[in-house]
């Protein structure tokens, strides 16, 4: 149990475009989601954490007008990278769990490649 | 603001081998620690979660342990594979009133098993 999955596993796209990643819980409902963002050989770094049906919570740093976050159901949140740029290639990994508690454990997707050309 | 920090950043043993990996967290005020393996490109796959008021965490040959108190964690492979070789990550989660409960990653121990 507990899957999270992530679409599309890779992405390329054009400088300046717009590319919709989507997570989804698979088998529960997801009250907290979270996009981290992880470059070659480093940690990986929240960007935002969302909870269903409210705005996401930015990190320091991470443009909100950029990374454009939706939770709008139970098991199913996307990020949009808007007007992307070669820097924004990165690995993106989104998390999700049952609950706000932090009792509840994060189980994390496959990762999303995105390679802006 | 907590930091978690990962020694060896990279690992290379022959087959067989018994190894330790390292994490230490500066802010003891955790409310659980958590190891996870990520393979190239993949995400991330839980090993041991263990709760701050526990010591220590068993799963086959993966033995986690907490030492809350001096900000450190180990984590124990006995009798190591080739398939072990991957990225191993701590992360520490906070308590709700002091950051949202989050997960802060260290940058991993990347681990090579030589057959």
């Known amino acids: 149990g507990a899957v999270v999955s992530q679409h599309p596993s890779r992405v390329i796209c054009k400088s300046g475009t717009s590319v919709k990643i989507e997570c989804r819980s698979l088998d529960f409902q997801a009250t907290t989601m979270f996009w981290y963002r992880q470059f070659p050989k480093q940690s990986l770094m929240l960007m935002a954490t969302s909870n269903e049906g409210s705005k996401a919570t930015y990190e320091q740093g991470v443009e909100k007008d950029k990374f454009l976050i939706n939770h709008a159901s139970l098991t199913l949140s996307t990020l949009t990278v808007t007007s992307a740029h070669p820097e924004d290639s990165s690995f993106y990994i989104c998390?999700?769990?049952?609950?706000?508690?932090?009792?509840?454990?994060?189980?994390f997707g496959p990762g999303t490649r995105l390679t802006v050309t | 603001k907590q930091e978690v920090t990962q020694i060896p950043a990279a690992l290379s043993v022959p087959e067989g081998e018994n190894l330790v990996l390292n994490c230490s967290f500066t802010d003891s005020a955790i409310y659980n620690l958590q190891w996870f393996r990520q393979d190239p490109g993949k995400g991330l796959t839980s090993l041991l979660l263990i709760q701050s008021s526990q010591r220590e965490q068993t799963s086959g040959r993966l033995n986690a342990s907490l030492d809350k108190s001096s900000g450190r964690s180990t984590l124990y492979i006995a009798a190591s594979q080739p398939g072990d070789s991957a990225t191993y990550l701590c992360a520490v989660k906070q308590g709700e009133e002091t950051s949202g409960s989050r997960l802060t990653f260290g940058e991993g121990t990347q681990l090579t098993v030589n057959p």
């Open positions: 998390s999700a769990r049952m609950g706000h508690s932090q009792t509840y454990e994060q189980y």
